[in-house]
């Protein structure tokens, strides 16, 4: 019975992992890459319990008789912000860097393969204690939850990724700025109306999740489609100097490649000269 558990417990993450690797389709990452971010999301659960023991504990001092501030606070600060947070540490400190990290999409790979990696193991531990009940619920509730959380952080870091190779330093930090706030206010909405627990809230619960799954989806597959290759090579700045008005003003070469065939394209191509595939711009 407890293996039957365990690959209850497992087979939604191996569902959503095939599907989100399927859907990288111009290169796929190194699979070395990705089991080191699934293993090092399974122990984020470490410092994410550490971290919402001490939130609980003081909020328990502090939040009174109001369950309904406490619900809030808790599901937002204490288990929201503490786990995306965590997450986020890892994808940023492991990929940032990385030569691989050579696509938008490439971002949404390893938020989601972090996440599910720290999902599958809370998973485990749950099912394992609450039975064949607990692994069909969370099979079908939690897991994604934590998958579709993650593709919203995916989304935005790729972003981010993109515009810090063309020098747009504003558009880095708003999206790396997206890519932690949007999941927390996703989880912490997913588990203030759960913990709500009454009948509008879960109605609303279950509204808030079919509309997420969907959008969700839909976001993957533009994500999939309109892949932009990130630059291989970095700004390299020139000057002009206007004479007699002691003035300068410095421009960046910049190059893009086709995310078909890799061929460097002509400025302000909209096809790839090479094989013809059409250029998305933001």
């Known amino acids: 019975m407890t293996i039957l558990l365990i690959l209850l417990a497992l087979l939604p993450t191996l569902f959503m992992i095939v599907y989100i690797y399927y859907k990288d389709s111009y290169e796929k990452e190194p699979v070395g890459l990705l089991v080191s971010l699934f293993a090092m999301g399974m122990a984020g659960i470490i410092p994410a319990v550490i971290l919402e023991g001490i939130g609980s504990a003081v909020l328990g001092l502090l939040a009174g008789a ?3 501030l406490y619900n809030a606070v808790f599901a937002f600060i204490c288990v929201a912000l503490v786990e995306e947070g965590v997450k986020y540490v890892i994808v940023y400190t492991t990929t940032w860097k990385n030569f691989n990290f050579n696509y938008k999409f490439d971002g949404i790979v390893y938020a989601v393969l972090t ?8 998973n485990v531990l749950y099912v394992l204690q609450g039975g064949l009940s607990v692994a069909i619920a969370r099979g079908l509730l939690s897991v994604p939850s934590h998958a579709i959380d993650a593709v ?21 930090k708003s999206n790396l700025i997206k890519a932690l706030i949007v999941p927390i206010v ?18 609303v619960f279950l509204a808030f ?22 630059y291989k090579e970095n700004p390299q700045m020139y000057t002009t100097v206007y004479p007699g008005q002691n003035t300068f003003v410095n421009h960046y070469n910049v190059y893009m ?6 061929t460097r394209l002509n400025t302000n191509a909209f096809f790839c000269q090479n094989c013809g595939y059409p250029v998305h711009r933001m």
């Open 257 to 262: 490649y086709c995310v078909n065939c890799g």
């Open 152 to 172: 919203y952080m995916g989304y935005y870091y790729g972003n981010a990724k993109y515009y810090d190779s063309v020098g747009n330093a504003r558009g880095r």
């Open 66 to 68: 109001n369950m309904t």
């Open 115 to 122: 996440s599910l990696g720290f999902a599958t193991l809370e």
């Open 186 to 203: 996703l989880h912490g909405l997913y588990d203030f109306f759960l913990f709500e627990g009454t009948m509008i809230y879960l109605v």
């Open 209 to 230: 999740v079919i509309v997420l799954d969907i959008w969700a989806v839909i976001r993957i597959n533009r994500s999939s489609k309109q892949n932009m290759h990130i």
